[in-house]
C-alpha cells in the first residue's frame, strides 16, 4: 500500500469537537438515561487534551495512554432512507426523531483525527447536522450508490484542510471508484479548488490508521463482496449476507460491534434481524448497535424486545469506547 505522509498536516484548532446530537434525541436520551445525551460537551480534561496530543503527533503510540476513541452514526437507514419517498407507512410517517434516517455512515474519532466510513448521497447534510467540521480518511465498505455517492463533497475538506484526503477501499472497489470519481484524484485534480483532491488507496492487508490497526474481512453481500473492518476496539460490519466462523472468531473481544440488520424478514444480500441478533451473540461485544435497518422496524419496538447489550443505532447517536 503506497505511504502517504501525514507529517505536513496542520493540527486544527477544533481537533477535537465532537459532534452534538440532534436536541430531540438528546431530550429522549435524557429521558431513557442514554450516556449520549451529554455527548456534545467539548470540555477536555489535561490529561486527555496531552494524551490526544501524542496519539495525534505520534500515531504509532496507541492506547498506551488513555486516548478517548467515539463512534458518531451519521446515517443508520437503508438504501432509500427513512422515511422513503411516497410513503405513508407507520415508521415512514413516526414521530420518533430515531425513525428519521438517513443512508448508513459512521465517524470514527480519536486523538483529533476524523475517519469517515463510507460517504452517503446525504454527506453533506450529515455534517451540517452533526457538525462535523474535519475528516482525515475515509473507509469503503463497498461500492453500492448509498455508500459512495457523497463522495463529491468531500471537496469541502480538502478546502478547509488544505490536504488530499486518503480513501481505503479493497482493490476491486478502488478500480470501480476509479471510473466513477476518476476526476476527484488528487493527481489529476492539480490546482482547480472546486474539485476534490482524494488518494485512492487499495487496501491489501491489515493497516495502521492515525494509530489504530485496522484488519479488513471481503464477506459476502449476495452477490457482490463489503469490507467489513475491525479498528481496535470496533468491529464494523454492515451490507453482509452472512459472517463465517473465521471473523466472528476475528471480532471476539471487542467493546463495540456495528453490524448490518435490514429487516425482520430474510433478504439475499442481508442479515435479518434474527440473524444479526444470532451473530452478537457469537461475538459478545460489550455493545453490539444495529444499523442499516429499513422501514419494517421501528426504533421503539424492536428496541424494546433486543437482548441488553443489544441495540438499534439511530442517526446523531454518539457513543466512546473502551480501549
Not at 78 to 104: E, F, H, L, N, W
Not at 190 to 204: A, H, Q
Amino acid at each position: 500500500m503506497p505511504a502517504i505522509n501525514y507529517s505536513n498536516w496542520a493540527f486544527p484548532s477544533n481537533a477535537f469537537a465532537r459532534p452534538n446530537p440532534p436536541p430531540e434525541i438528546a431530550q429522549i436520551d435524557s429521558r431513557e438515561g442514554n450516556s449520549s445525551a451529554t455527548c456534545g460537551s467539548n470540555k477536555k480534561s489535561l490529561p486527555e487534551l496531552i494524551a490526544n496530543f501524542i496519539l495525534f503527533v505520534f500515531p504509532a503510540v496507541r492506547y498506551t495512554f488513555y486516548v478517548k476513541l467515539s463512534l458518531t452514526f451519521l446515517g443508520t437507514g437503508t438504501s432509500q432512507g427513512i422515511p422513503m419517498i411516497a410513503c405513508d407507512c407507520p415508521v415512514c410517517t413516526s414521530a420518533d426523531p430515531r425513525d428519521k434516517r438517513m443512508r448508513c455512515s459512521s465517524l470514527v474519532s480519536a486523538g483529533g483525527r476524523n475517519i469517515l466510513i463510507d460517504c452517503t448521497p446525504e454527506l453533506r447534510l450529515q455534517c451540517l447536522t452533526h457538525k462535523v467540521e474535519r475528516i482525515d480518511a475515509v473507509l469503503i465498505t463497498h461500492t453500492h450508490a448509498d455508500h459512495i455517492f457523497g463522495l463529491d463533497d468531500l471537496r469541502r475538506f480538502n478546502q478547509l484542510q488544505n490536504h488530499p484526503i486518503p480513501v481505503y477501499a479493497m482493490p476491486d472497489h478502488i478500480h470501480r471508484l476509479d471510473k466513477l470519481f476518476g476526476y476527484a484524484r488528487a493527481d489529476r485534480a492539480g490546482d482547480n479548488p472546486d474539485l476534490p483532491k482524494l488518494v485512492f488507496t487499495p487496501i491489501t492487508g491489515p493497516f495502521d490508521l492515525f494509530g489504530l490497526n485496522v484488519n479488513v474481512f471481503s464477506l459476502p453481500h449476495g452477490q457482490a463482496q463489503s469490507t467489513a473492518f475491525r479498528l481496535g476496539p470496533l468491529g464494523y460490519c454492515t451490507d453482509v449476507s452472512m459472517v463465517p466462523d473465521e471473523v466472528i472468531n476475528a471480532f471476539l473481544g471487542v467493546n463495540v460491534l456495528v453490524l448490518g440488520a435490514l429487516r425482520p424478514e430474510p433478504h439475499p444480500a442481508h442479515l435479518s434481524l434474527d440473524q444479526a441478533v444470532i451473530i452478537a451473540q457469537r461475538i459478545r461485544a460489550d455493545r453490539t448497535y444495529l444499523v442499516h435497518v429499513n422501514h419494517h422496524v421501528s426504533h421503539a419496538c424492536v428496541e424494546a424486545d433486543l437482548p441488553d447489550t443489544i441495540h438499534l443505532a439511530y442517526d446523531g447517536l454518539n457513543i466512546v469506547l473502551n480501549p
